[in-house]
Every structure is written in structure tokens, then in C-alpha cells.
């Protein structure tokens, strides 16, 4: 895997996070609150991106799920996600940013695929920063990268997005 630099978004502290939109204050690795993507999270902070494979009938799913859609299978494993793909669409947000990314607008929100979509790959939404929607075109190739959030306060959280390689 290829190592990254992570870019860094700072959250306005003065805005704190609804506690039930903050999925990572609900993740716990195991026990009766468990959620089963710890993992997914686990791995955003490792500088990997995941998500679950049917064990049954073996289709890819994004954002990862404990029940296959497919085949309602419940042996899902965990698959990294190849670090290029193709860029399907695009648009660029100039206003209206949700307030926690406002301060990086504009920006472009990219659908890519990656792998070998549909069979064996996902198509995944994410956002590019420091490019213009002049400055893509559909089928380029992007590559994942993954991002450290700080804020508010001293929390610190882990997403992803996209570069245009």
C-alpha cells in the first residue's frame, strides 16, 4: 500500500457535533453496543480503506453492511479498496457547504468506481479539493486518500477522499 500524506480539515470548534450524527463516538469494537464496522473505522485511522465482501455470493458493498442486500448472507470479511479508480461523475459545490467543510468551498464532489464495478468493486461519492470542475473529465483516473479531521475541541476523526492522479 502506498503511503499517503494526509491532508487535515478543522472543524469550527464553536459548532459541536450533533452526539447522534458522530459515528465515531459510537463505535466500539465489541460488546452489546457494538456496531460490526468498527473496522471500518479502525482502518480510516490506519490510512486504509475498507469495506465488506459477501462471503456467499461474493458482491462488494460500500458503505460497508452486516447484511448482504444481495443474498441477505451474514458472512460479510473485510476487503480493502484499490487505491485507483475512474472518475464517473462530478460537480463542483461553490455555495450551500455544510458548515463543518464551508471554509474549503469550492469544491468538487466526485463519484468513482473502484475495482471491478459492479461485480467485485464500489462506487463511492467523496470530495476533491484543490481542483477545479474545469480541470476533470469523466473516466480519469483518482485515487483515495484518507483524511484527519480535527475538531471540535481536541477530537480527532479519519474520512476519506479523492485526488485526481
Known amino acids: 500500500m502506498t503511503s499517503h500524506t ?9 459548532i459541536p457535533l450533533n452526539p447522534l450524527l458522530d459515528l465515531w463516538d459510537q463505535q466500539e469494537p465489541e460488546g452489546p453496543d457494538a ?17 465488506t465482501k459477501c462471503m456467499t455470493c461474493g458482491r462488494v458493498h460500500f458503505p460497508p ?3 448482504c442486500p444481495n443474498c441477505n448472507g451474514e458472512d460479510l470479511e473485510w476487503v480493502e479498496i484499490p487505491e485507483e479508480g475512474e472518475l464517473y461523475a462530478f460537480t463542483e459545490l461553490k455555495l450551500g457547504a455544510p ?15 473502484f475495482g471491478d464495478y459492479p461485480e467485485n468493486g464500489v462506487q463511492i461519492s467523496g470530495m476533491m479539493f484543490d481542483i477545479g470542475y474545469e480541470d476533470l473529465e469523466i473516466g480519469e483516473r483518482v485515487r483515495w486518500e484518507i483524511m484527519e479531521i480535527e475538531g471540535p475541541g481536541d477530537k ?3 474520512w476519506y477522499c479523492f485526488t485526481k492522479v
Open 6 to 14: 494526509r491532508r487535515k480539515l478543522r472543524l469550527p470548534d464553536q
Open 35 to 51: 456496531t460490526r464496522i468498527y473496522e471500518f473505522y479502525r482502518s480510516l485511522a490506519d490510512g486504509k480503506l475498507v469495506t
Open 65 to 67: 453492511l452486516i447484511v
Open 99 to 113: 458548515i463543518i467543510v464551508e471554509d474549503y468551498a469550492p469544491f468538487v464532489i466526485a463519484v468513482a468506481r
Open 156 to 158: 480527532k476523526r479519519y
